[in-house]
């Protein structure tokens, strides 16, 4: 939710700026901010992987992790200007919705 809510900040920053509230897009940067979405995203699969491996979560949460190249290919996608509103919008608002069936598929595969 962290990543997700970080990410949709970068398209407030100029009314957030107005408002002299301290995003991590203002803070950081543009650039910045991504690397550390990236970062971020990274270790919630090692979380992940190791919540499971110490049978604090199911194995099949484990499908989840499917979530971290999908936050990196939205991450790519804002590059574009031109897309910058349609990833933002759909793209990464889109994330939570794939968390549902993602858990149905790996309960039904494992």
Not at 13 to 26: A, G, H, M, R, Y
Not at 84 to 102: G, T
């Amino acid at each position: 939710m962290f990543i997700n809510t970080v990410f949709l900040d970068i398209k407030d920053v100029e009314s957030d700026k107005k408002n002299n509230l301290k995003t991590f897009p203002i803070v950081f940067g543009y650039k910045k901010t991504i690397l550390i979405l990236k970062i971020i995203s990274l270790l919630s699969g090692l979380l992940l992987i190791l919540g499971s491996l110490l049978y604090f979560i199911p194995t099949y949460s484990l499908i989840l992790l499917l979530v971290v190249p999908y936050s990196f290919y939205y991450f790519k996608k804002s590059e574009n200007k031109e897309n910058f509103y349609l990833v933002n919008y759909v793209l990464a608002d889109a994330e939570f919705i794939l968390w549902l069936p993602f858990i149905l598929i790996g309960k039904t595969l494992i």
